[in-house]
């Protein structure tokens, strides 16, 4: 990461007008939080994407995954020692398609301090500052440093373009007291006056974005299946630490929109009791065909409109979204979920259901399992093998990992296939 870095500043200083959003010290050798902001033009930003991979690969480092929308462009990394790291490319200081700041102006006013280019003190607090308020959130106590050196360094330049977006009302003190919907008003007419070609462009050009957002899958949806006492577990919190630039979101099983179907038909006298013993989840008795339809359309259910409320508005901020197991563990562990029909039969609704970029099946060898857990028979175990098998031989979206060494060597397994895809996908 240190090599890759020093080399990409040393490009940057060259060619190109950027500056370091925040923390740019110890830039290029070091970078402890592992997250690098920097503003840069859009049109500087598209030049750089065109070499950003070979770069990369020069330096034995790998792109994970890739995050676009209207304002910020967003590459994760992976070195040669796995570990991850993220460079997020701002080209506008809008919001809503609404100029706050003039990224151009503010690009006028960097500092370079030998190694790196970076925003003075008071251009470091104004952005965060006015997304906080315009938003209608206090600015964080914990950056009250940041505010104080930045009104030492320029309280004027703060006053007077506050002021300007205010409509001439006020500045540091009026902002801190005024609503949102206030300061949205009086910033949306005071971006019209100042240049109002450029507005109207930029919020034509956020409203359609925004529209087009409504049909894209950013960010990453990875489930991770495989028999009881494989690891997934271990392995899933190892990897979300490692992910930590973007810590993934997680959820068991399913989106869990719809309750427990037991709470259901207890609630509606179609049963007496629930079967709570979460425990031993292989417990119950065989179901007929008819209940198992019913178990299967309503799990499907969940899946689609439990995706749409709970899992695509994370996307959409790009998340990563994990799954513990997902529809895959209907498909080859049906027993579990009390749906007694044929896997051939369920694996096609897999393409009914929003899917997964990736679909990690862990193998351990069954005496491992059976000596971390005896809820399953060996021929348990070779059955749900023989069905990932099914599943890992008819879909590329399936991906082995073997979980036979260390949590740590599994991880790395998951993250060299992750840049294996980043690869084929354009930058």
Known sequence: MKSFLTRLFALLNQEYQYAVLRNFDGLPDGNPSRDVDLLLPKRELLRLRKILPQLAKEDHCRILYTNEDNQFFTVVFVDGAFEVFQLDFQYNFAWMGIDLLDEREVLS??????????????????????????????????????????????????????????????????????????????????????????????????????????????????????????????????????????????????????????????????IKEVDRNFDKPHRGNKKGVLSSLVRLCYYMIDYTVGYLVKVLPLRQRKSIVFFDRYFTDVIVDSERSSIYLSPKFIAPFRFLLPRCQYNFLF?????????????????????????????????????????????????????????????????
Request: aromatic share 12%; proline share 4%; net charge positive.
């Open 363 to 427: 193998r351990v060898a069954p005496e491992t399992i059976l000596s971390r857990k005896q809820e399953l028979t060996l021929e348990d175990m070779n059955v749900i093998y023989s069905r990932l098998e099914y599943l890992a031989a008819r879909d590329k979206r399936y991906h082995w990992i073997d979980n036979n060494g260390t949590p740590e060597a599994a991880v790395d397994q998951v993250l060299d296939a992750l840049a294996k895809g980043g690869a084929t996908r354009r930058v």
């Open 109 to 270: 006013k960097r500092v370079f301090n030998g190694k790196v280019y970076h925003l003075p003190p008071y251009l470091t607090f104004l952005p965060k500052y006015l997304y906080s308020r315009i938003l209608g959130a206090a600015y964080p106590q914990k950056y009250a440093d940041v505010r104080a050196a930045a009104i030492a360094d320029n309280g004027a330049a703060i006053e007077a373009h506050l002021l300007k977006m205010s409509g001439g009302r006020g500045g540091l003190a009026y902002w801190d007291k005024t609503s949102k919907w206030t300061l949205r008003r009086q910033a949306f007419f005071a971006a019209l006056k100042q240049n109002f070609g450029r507005a109207v462009l930029r919020m034509a050009a956020f409203l359609w974005g925004y529209f087009l957002d409504l049909f894209r899958r950013r960010g990453l949806m990875i489930s991770f299946s495989g028999p009881d006492g494989c690891g997934k577990t271990t392995v899933i919190e190892l990897l979300r630490q490692r992910l930590a630039v973007n810590t993934p979101v997680l959820f068991h099983f399913r989106p869990s929109l719809l309750p427990n179907l037991g709470e259901v038909a207890h609630k509606a006298k179609v």
